[in-house]
């Protein structure tokens, strides 16, 4: 027991130092998803059709393709073209694209669902389209949205590990690299899993919390 102890101790330090970066690209990637996701999710229920096409395509090629694929292209076709970006800016770009895809349909969703009585009734105070948006839908909205994006941030911390397959020292990456230097297969998986469900589990909680609270104002709106 001592002597499993004692590996573990030595495995700590990389593997504290791959979960640093795992929460890094997952936090940095999920604000390029969230900003994506409310863009492209507002543009696909535009008045413009032009708007809706490419929010369209951009939501299709990203949710159609492997995000493994992506960043590939990112990190090895765009250089022979002379765009040439560091490995963490492509981890984050392109989690942030792949995620940002799926998180636009949370948006598009979540503000087809607020009740269209609400809006007539703003309507009907001659309230501006923009003020309705912001003050009576968008707010709305948000409750709902809750449950879907702490899904989505979990599914980028897990989606992380695709990144060591571009240089990034991530978890999975630090993981592989203990196997190759101690031998110990078993020890150091079950570390690495510990690991991500040690930064999952806050985001689990963090996802039941808000289900409760969209379970909340789902019924005081059926309430009113």
């Known amino acids: ?11 700590l330090p990389l593997l504290t130092r791959g979960a640093g970066v795992t929460i890094s690209i997952a936090a940095q990637s999920m604000v390029v998803a969230i900003g994506l996701a409310f863009i492209t999710g507002m543009a696909r229920r535009s008045s413009s059709r032009i708007l809706r096409q490419v929010a369209l395509v951009y ?10 694929v992506q960043l590939f292209v990112l990190y090895f076709v765009l250089p022979i073209y002379g765009i040439r970006l560091p490995a963490e800016v492509t981890a984050v770009l392109g989690l942030g694209l792949n995620q940002g895809a799926y998180g636009s349909e949370i948006v598009r969703s979540a503000i087809d669902n607020i009740g269209i009585g609400q809006i007539e009734a703003a309507r009907a105070l001659s309230l501006p389209r923009i003020i309705t948006f912001w003050k009576v839908v968008l707010p709305q909205a948000v409750i709902v949205m809750l449950p879907s994006f702490g899904n989505l941030a979990i599914e980028t911390v897990k989606a992380t590990a695709l ?7 991530e978890l999975t990456f630090f993981g592989k690299s203990l196997i190759y230097s101690t031998g110990q297969t078993f020890l150091v998986w079950a570390s690495v899993v510990i690991a991500y469900l040690a930064i999952n589990t806050p985001l689990n909680l963090l996802v039941l919390w808000a289900e409760r609270r969209a379970g909340r104002y789902r019924e005081a709106s059926r309430g009113v």
Do not use: K
């Open 1 to 11: 027991m001592e002597a499993l102890f004692n590996q573990l101790y030595q495995l």
């Open 59 to 68: 939501v299709e090629l990203f949710r159609g393709t492997s995000l493994l």
């Open 163 to 169: 990144v060591s397959l571009i240089t990034i020292p």
